[in-house]
T-cell receptor, first 113, second 108 residues
C-alpha cells in the first residue's frame, strides 16, 4: 500500500529534550515536506526537500532541523523543544513537487511542557 | 495579510443542499490551486485541483477559479453527512500556501 508513515503518532516531552519525528514514504517521491497545523493558522510549511541531500526552509523553520540522506526518509529534529512547538505535525510527499498532489502522513501530535 | 484566506465557518448545510466554500489568495503569481478535505483527527486528502480560469467538475464537486479576482471556490452538490469535514484551500506560486480551512457540517 502506498503510504507516508510517521512515528511517533503522539509525544509528550519536556522543554529542551531533543526529539526526532520520523517520516517515511514508499512511493519513490522526490519531494517531501513537513508542516505544522495550529488552530486558526492552518498548515504552515517548516522545511521541504526536493531530493536527497537537498533541503530548504519553509515558512516557519526556526527551532527545527531536517535531513534527507535517503529518498524515502525525511526526519524532523527538534534540538531543544519549547512549548510554542506544541502542535500537530504532518509529513507529506509528492511525485510532482508543489505542482502535484501532496500525500500526507497520519500526523504526530506533539506536546512540549 | 495571509496569503490564502478562507471563510472560517463553520458552514452548516442541510443534507442534499449545495455547500459553497470560498478562498482568496494574495499572490497574483499563483499558478495552481488545490482543495483538500480533512476529517477530524485525520490527515488532509486531495479532492480537486484547478489551473485554468473557469469551472472544473468532478462528481459532486465543482471548483471555480477566477484569476482576475484572485478567487477560488468549491461547490459541493447534494451534500451528504459524509462531507462533514474541514476543507483546506491551497495556492501554489513558488511554494504551497494553505488557508486555515472552512469547517462544513451537513445536517441529516
Amino acid at each position: 500500500e502506498a503510504q507516508v508513515t510517521q512515528n511517533p503518532r503522539y509525544l509528550i516531552t519536556v522543554t529542551g529534550k531533543k526529539l526526532t519525528v520520523t517520516c517515511s514514504q514508499n512511493m519513490n517521491h522526490e519531494y517531501m515536506s513537513w508542516y505544522r497545523q495550529d488552530p486558526g493558522l492552518g498548515l504552515r510549511q517548516i522545511y521541504y526537500s526536493m531530493n536527497v541531500e537537498v533541503t530548504d526552509k519553509g515558512d516557519v523553520p526556526e527551532g527545527y532541523k531536517v535531513s534527507r540522506k535517503e529518498k524515502r526518509n525525511f526526519p524532523l529534529i527538534l534540538e531543544s523543544p519549547s512549548p510554542n512547538q506544541t502542535s500537530l505535525y504532518f509529513c507529506a510527499s509528492s511525485r510532482q513537487g508543489i505542482e502535484g498532489e501532496q500525500y500526507f502522513g497520519p500526523g504526530t501530535r506533539l506536546t512540549v511542557t | 495579510q495571509k496569503e490564502v484566506e478562507q471563510n472560517s465557518g463553520p458552514l452548516s448545510v442541510p443534507e442534499g443542499a449545495i455547500a459553497s466554500l470560498n478562498c482568496t489568495y494574495s499572490d497574483r503569481g499563483s499558478q495552481s490551486f488545490f482543495w483538500y478535505r480533512q476529517y477530524s483527527g485525520k490527515s488532509p486528502e486531495l479532492i480537486m485541483f484547478i489551473y485554468s480560469n473557469g469551472d472544473k467538475e468532478d462528481g459532486r464537486f465543482t471548483a471555480q477559479l477566477n484569476k482576475a479576482s484572485q478567487y477560488v471556490s468549491l461547490l459541493i452538490r447534494d451534500s451528504q453527512p459524509s462531507d462533514s469535514a474541514t476543507y483546506l484551500c491551497a495556492a501554489n506560486d513558488y511554494k504551497l500556501s494553505f488557508g486555515a480551512g472552512t469547517t462544513v457540517t451537513v445536517r441529516a
